[in-house]
Every structure is written in C-alpha cells, then in structure tokens.
C-alpha cells in the first residue's frame, strides 16, 4: 500500500474511533447527570419532527417498539461515518479536522439549548467533544508513528519485511484504536440501557399515592379467557404494553408541580393540579388501546385496567361555546392530538389516567398523567405526559400528526389476529384429528360480535368467543378444525363489529397510516 493511501486510511480510521469515543463519553455524562441530554437523544429528537410519514411508519413497522433504539444505533452509525470524513480530513489538515469534529460535537449542545433543554444539556457534548478530540490527536499521532513504522519495514526489502513483526507505532494504534472502540460502543450501551430502565420506571421526584377508586372496575368474568396455550392474555402486563410516541427519552415530570389547564372555546377556564386530581371520585376501567400504525397481525395492540377522571366531567366544568368540535390536548413535550369533543363527552370510558394495572403510570405511558380514549387510534387521544386541554374547532387548529398530512379522525377499525398457531408451525392433531386455532380481535367502543375462520380458502367457520369484558376492550376466540389433511395449510381471520362492520379483505388504508386486511397464518399438520 502507497504510503499516503495507508496514512489516509489509518487517519479515517482514527475519525471513528474518535467519534465513537465522543458518543460513549456524553452518553456516561448525561445517566451521571440524570438528564436526557445525551447527543444521540437530543439529535434524534430534533429528527423525529422533521422525518417523512412513510419513513416513520415503514420504520414502526420494521422495529416496533424498538423503533426509538433504531434511530440511536442509525445516529451513531452515522456519526461514525461523520467521523470516517473528518478522519480524511485529518490526513490533510489537521486543525480543519479538528475543529470540524469539536463543531460537530458541540452541535447537539446547540440542539438542546435552542429546545429550551437549559444549560444542563451542553454538558454531556461539552465532556464528550473533550474527550473525542484528545482520542483524535493522540491517535492522528499514532498513527503517524504507523505509518512511518510501516515505510521502513517496506525499505528493508520484501524478503525483511516477511520476517520483521510490525513495528510499536502500527500495534500501538490498532491497540488503542480497538480498544477505545469498544470503550465507546460498551459506553453508549451502558447509556441507554440506563435510559431503558429510566423510561420503565415511575416518576422519582414525587411518588403517587394512588386513592381508591370511587368506582371499579368490573370483575372479570371466567370465561372471559380461553384456555388455549399461546394465546394472549386477556390483561396486558404493562412491561409488555406497547409503546409508540414521538418522544425518543420521555419527559421527567415531578407529579407534585404538574398542573392540567382546561381552556380555549369554554365559559370558566381552569387549572387542576395532582392534588385536586386525586382528590376526585376517580374511576377504575378496562380499554384496550390500538396504534394507527399497528400492522395487520401485528401487537401495537393492548389491554389495561387504568385509573383516572372521567374527561366528560372536567369539560362539563369548563362549559365549552356552542361550535367548538374538538379538544387539542398538549403534551410536556411539545405534541399534540386532535379529539373529536363529542367522543369526549358521550358515555364511553375516556379518562384523564394517572395509573395503569393498579401502579402509577410508568414514565414510558405518561407519568404522572395521559389520556385514555376507547375507540379512536392513540395519534387523535392518547395523548401522554398530558398538561394541556384546549377547546376549540377542526377549522381553527390542526395537531402534531393532521399537519403532518394524516386525517383529523382516527377511528378504530374493527381487526382480529391469530395467536395460535405460531407462524410456520408444526402442529400435531390432538384428541383424534383435532385442531385448534385462536387469537384476538377488536372493535373498541363498538365491540366484537363475531369472528369467522377459514382454512384454505374454505368456507368460513365461526369461531367461538371468550364472554366480553366491555365493548371497549378485546376479546380472545378460538376455533376447532377436523379433516386437515398432513401438510401445510393457511388459516384465515375476520371479526365483525356489533355494528355490522366486517373486516374488509382488501388493504387499503382508510386513515393515513392505518392497516386493513385478513391476517392469515401459514401452519403445517403433522
């Protein structure tokens, strides 16, 4: 290799070691500090708005609720490659390369601050440029001492150059190149798996004592759930609810200075703090919940018993004007979602919620407060970390996702998946020739009437359904096959609502981002 081709190399390689160093030092800065002010979360965070609706729904349906560890790993993967041309850069000048990798490590910094994160947000930048450019010198100076090391090895002839090991410059660069390598990536590892249990847990700085409530839940009746191995139960573990929201490290809110202002088109304006908010008959209910961007099949879906104050009593209070259509609640981090009043004020569980399966509600779902709404898509109700509820028309004011493009009404579409069995499965006949399918469906508000199973194409069977709970949450099914032949086989499922509604073969997307469609299940009989 010609000596300043190697030297180039060995100086991009630098450029990532460097900023992978940068990356790993902000993110133990920011979990020491306790706040999210980690560059790759402050990055991410100014993305997310500016991010196109078909790349945020293809990466939903990609990742998940993993999607929020996808952005990270793609910022810093990112980053790396910044850090690959600032190396380049090195080979040639290198002040210019230093000072562009000291302004890309402060630009988060500048991110944070101009989101009004406050000064405690630089210092995880600050600490992490320190650390990026001391790596980046000492490296660039290694490797000058490689490259040199390697050119007299050449000089010495090619038979020298077999036998002579390579010199202290090239092991000491590759030494510490991997070294400080791992060090980075194990410390933005250690970062956000600090940042995962932090999204888990409950608020810190006030705990909630949570009153009983005026009102229970309704107990749950024994045939609510089906004895079917592999089906999923009927009460969703909250470690195991879904979580899609716009918020890459959700806010830290002290439940103690949290207030809720009720405003806009309305007669008497009013603020609610978390005191007078327990201090109310709350109410105890069982709703399922439903992303828009859950996949056909897919487990954007859940079921909790949740805790709150009826959201038709607190805008009985504020009296809204004639002509005002809907609510736009705000969240402490800046998003916002448009609720039809109407849906609001009508006789369905729609909750201000302050707890989830009987604990207060944890970070990652709205501590200290969120709303719950049966029958509409979280983008248009469930809005989370709650301080804002404005009254006011679909003609005046548009939300986070409506100027985005995505419709001002997001229903729930009726929907049912299946469980069991298990996607490619080898499924033995039981008690003769028996087999069993299962799964969910849902129709929140409206509630399930029928679910109907094919196989192959044939005739719809219908399935049996466990007792219903409330028309707001789901319910489990199951249905018997006979006279499957050894072999693969593909189950089919549909659900009708007690409306009428029946879950359409065809996939168009009613609402922006919303799936539709048969969900069908490869399996294979014994």
């Not at 993993?66 to 690959?84: E, P, S």
Request: net charge negative; proline share 5%; hydrophobic share 45%.
């Amino acid at each position: 290799m010609m000596a300043g081709s190697r030297r180039t190399w060995l100086s991009v390689v630098t450029g990532v070691v460097a900023t992978l160093i940068y990356f790993g030092t902000a993110e133990l800065i920011a979990r020491s500090l306790d706040v999210a002010s980690a560059p790759a979360l402050l990055i991410g965070q100014a993305l997310i708005p500016l991010m196109p609706t078909v790349l945020i729904k293809s990466a939903i349906a990609v990742f998940g609720t993993h999607d929020k560890l996808a952005l990270v790993i793609t910022i810093v993967a990112g980053g790396a490659g910044c850090g690959a041309i600032i190396g380049w850069i090195g080979a040639r000048r290198r002040s210019l390369a230093l000072v562009v990798l000291i302004g890309f490590g402060l630009l988060p910094a500048v991110v944070g601050v101009s989101s009004g994160a406050g000064l405690a947000a630089t210092g995880p930048s600050l600490g992490g440029a320190a650390a990026g450019a001391a790596a980046f010198l000492v490296l660039l100076h290694l490797a000058g001492t490689a490259d040199h090391s390697s050119v007299d090895t050449a000089a010495a002839g090619d038979d020298q150059q077999n036998r002579t090991p390579a010199r202290p410059g090239r092991r000491a660069f590759f030494g510490l190149a991997a070294g400080l390598s791992a060090v980075g990536i194990a410390a933005v590892a250690a970062g956000q798996s600090a940042a995962t249990l932090a999204r888990s847990a409950a608020g810190t700085v006030t705990k909630l004592v949570l009153p009983r409530p005026a009102t229970s839940a309704p107990e749950i009746p024994a045939g609510a759930e089906l004895d079917v191995s592999g089906l999923t139960p009927l009460v969703t573990e909250t470690s195991d609810f879904y979580r899609i929201d716009t918020a890459l490290f959700p806010p830290s809110i002290d439940a103690g200075t949290w207030m809720l202002r009720v405003h806009g088109m309305v007669e008497n304006e009013f603020t609610i703090t978390m005191a007078e908010l327990l201090d109310l008959p709350l109410q105890e209910h069982y709703v399922t919940l439903t992303c828009v961007s859950n996949e056909v099949g897919g487990d954007l879906v859940g079921n909790a018993k949740w805790l709150g104050y009826p959201i038709r009593d607190l805008l009985a209070r504020a009296k809204p004007h004639t002509g005002a259509d809907m609510v736009l609640s705000g969240s402490d981090d800046g998003f916002t979602a448009s609720t039809p009043l109407e849906v609001l004020t009508d006789d369905r569980a729609a909750l201000l919620a302050v707890a989830m399966n009987g604990h207060a509600l944890p970070r990652d779902h709205g501590y200290p407060a969120r709303l719950v709404v049966p029958g509409l898509c979280g983008y248009v109700s469930a809005t989370k970390w709650v301080t804002d509820l404005e009254v006011t028309r679909f003609a005046d004011r548009e939300a986070y996702w409506t100027t985005r493009g995505w419709s001002t009404h997001g229903p729930v579409l009726v929907a049912s998946r299946i469980d069991v069995p298990r996607p490619g499965a080898t499924v033995a006949p039981k008690s003769g020739d028996r087999i069993v399918t299962a799964g969910m469906a849902w129709a929140q508000h409206t509630g399930i009437a029928k679910v109907q199973v094919r196989i192959d194409n044939g005739d719809w069977a219908e399935a049996e359904l466990s007792e219903e709970l409330t028309a707001d949450t789901w319910r489990q099914w199951r249905c018997e096959h006979t006279g499957l032949s050894s072999g693969t086989h593909t189950v089919a499922v549909r659900a009708i609502d007690q409306a009428g509604n029946v879950q359409t073969s065809e996939r168009r997307p009613p609402i922006p981002g919303a799936a539709t469609g048969l969900h069908e299940r490869q399996f294979t009989v014994e």
